[in-house]
């Protein structure tokens, strides 16, 4: 979930399917905000101080990447991760 007054982004736990991977809102939420800003990964990862790997690892919904990192790319964007709450019953289906 994106909230836009408040300047948060949190993240959402990933998913499994047998067939298929879910992505996170923070991987959609970098990517169609690079998009709008019409920057590159490249430039993307320069000005967040971090590799180009990593931004596509992000943008590409890897499932293990370093929180601060994930920060600086966010920072660039008015935003931080932050934990919110889920619907249990929901996650739980999901599992099965």
Not at 47 to 63: M, P, S, W, Y
Request: proline share 2%; hydrophobic share 40%; with cysteine.
């Amino acid at each position: 979930m994106v909230l836009n007054n408040n300047k948060i982004v949190y993240l959402h736990l990933i998913r499994y399917n047998k067939m298929k991977k879910e992505t996170t809102a923070t991987a959609l939420f970098v990517k169609q905000k690079r998009k709008q800003t019409k920057i590159t990964q490249v430039e993307l990862a320069q000005k967040a101080g971090v590799g180009l790997r990593f931004i596509r690892d992000l943008e590409q919904n890897k499932t293990t990447l370093r929180v601060d990192k994930v920060n600086d790319v966010l920072l660039l964007f008015g935003c931080e991760l932050a934990p919110c709450p889920i619907n249990r019953d929901k996650l739980l289906n999901n599992k099965l």
